[in-house]
């Protein structure tokens, strides 16, 4: 269990990384792709590109911490290390469903969510 559990904060921080490079590096070229034009004008990319890389360092600093937890060499520090910032993608996929959009539900909290129950089994 504990490397299917490694695994889950693999994939989770490699989402995040994504996130970064998407809203950081690409919001003009491929958010348009990712994220629909529906209902937003044609310029709403190109005004929000400061904002959108501010929300992608903050994914970064998800991912940095997803992936500081699986250096860790003491397997307790890990997992609670872990366990941190699953807790934080987790809350914030709760948010972002709440507020941006219910796919963000399945996309970001969820598979945070299958991460804590596998990290906290890990600590019984």
């Known amino acids: 269990m504990e490397i299917v559990a490694k695994i889950i904060v693999v994939l989770v921080a490699l989402e995040h990384l994504y996130i970064l490079w998407l809203e950081m590096f690409a919001w ?3 958010g348009p792709k990712v994220f629909g034009t529906k209902g937003v004008s044609s310029t709403y990319f190109e005004e929000t590109k400061t904002l959108a890389a501010n929300q992608g ?3 970064g600093f998800l991912a940095a911490g997803l992936i500081w937890s699986l250096a860790i060499g003491d397997n307790l520090w890990s997992t609670y290390v872990a ?3 699953l807790g934080c993608v987790f809350v914030a ?3 972002g469903a709440a507020t941006a959009s219910k ?3 399945y996309v970001q909290a969820l598979p945070a969510l299958v ?3 596998l990290n906290g089994l890990r600590l019984m």
């Open 57 to 59: 360092l903050y994914n």
């Open 115 to 117: 991460g804590l129950v």
């Open 103 to 105: 796919r963000i539900l």
């Open 28 to 30: 003009t070229t491929r």
């Open 83 to 85: 366990l941190f910032f």
């Open 93 to 95: 996929g709760l948010y």
